[in-house]
Antibody, heavy 126, light 106 residues
Framework: QVTLRESGPALVKPTQTLTLTCTVS??????????VSWVRQPPGQAPEWLAR???????YYRTSLKTRLTISKDTSKNQVVLTMTNMDPADTATYYC??????????????????WGEGTAVSVSS | DIQMTQSPSSVLASVGDRVTITCRAS??????LAWYQQKPGKAPKLLIY???SLQSGVPSRFSGSGFGTDFTLTITSLQPEDFATYYC?????????FGGGTKVEI
């Protein structure tokens, strides 16, 4: 059974750095075509993709947040870590990690977030 | 970034109804589109990928169609557990972007 679980602080102060950990089970972070993405969702709003790390350690970031984000993985611990610097109240949201798989459909590679963690709510306030 | 526009933003429906949700991309994305269902306080759940491929375990009353810029999610014979918010997501490039959501309400 594939599961992902997010952990991290529920409250951070403005300008602080947020560190979130995603612990995965049921699949390997080094298996070909396995990726993990971080997605956040502010209260009452649509989800917003933040970053992705692939099985081969390639990393991708949301352009508008690229200077603040770092994604990494520790395969020995089955964990993916996201750090976001200089937190602001506008970053208040539920943060999810999700497995992103690549599926071949009629010869075309398609990405989809097929399993999500429960999410962790982060509030930014002084 | 590719913008995704969903309509309607909310729909009132009854059990047994047929519901259609549309999603329009700001540029052509071939069939690189997924649909998710989200219930309050829960994570999104993948329903459809590659515009029309049903995710394993998802009931067949859900179906997706479309290509290029215009896509639809159809729920035939709405069930009580289908009352939720639905999001489309383009997966054509980075960043993958979500639509604003459609809330299906009683």
């Amino acid at each position: 059974q594939v599961t992902l679980r997010e952990s991290g602080p529920a409250l951070v102060k403005p300008t602080q750095t947020l560190t979130l950990t995603c612990t995965v089970s049921g699949f390997s972070l080094t298996t070909s075509d396995m990726c993990v993405s971080w997605v956040r969702q502010p209260p009452g709003q649509a989800p917003e993709w933040l970053a992705r790390v692939d099985w081969d350690d390639d990393k991708y970031y949301r352009t508008s947040l690229k200077t603040r984000l770092t994604i990494s993985k520790d395969t020995s611990k089955n964990q993916v870590v996201l750090t976001m610097t200089n937190m602001d109240p506008a970053d208040t949201a539920t943060y999810y990690c999700a497995r992103q798989v690549i599926t071949l459909v009629r010869g075309v590679r398609h990405y989809s977030l097929d399993v999500w963690g429960e999410g962790t709510a982060v509030s930014v306030s002084s | 970034d590719i913008q995704m526009t969903q309509s309607p933003s909310s729909v009132l429906a009854s059990v047994g109804d047929r519901v259609t949700i549309t999603c329009r991309a700001s540029q052509a994305i071939s069939s690189w589109l997924a649909w998710y269902q989200q219930k309050p306080g829960k994570a999104p759940k993948l329903l459809i990928y590659a515009a029309s491929s049903l995710q394993s375990g998802v009931p067949s009353r859900f179906s997706g169609s479309g290509f290029g810029t215009d896509f639809t999610l159809t729920i035939t014979s709405l069930q009580p557990e289908d009352f939720a918010t639905y999001y489309c997501q383009q997966t054509n490039g980075l960043p993958p972007t979500f639509g604003g959501g459609t809330k299906v309400e009683i």
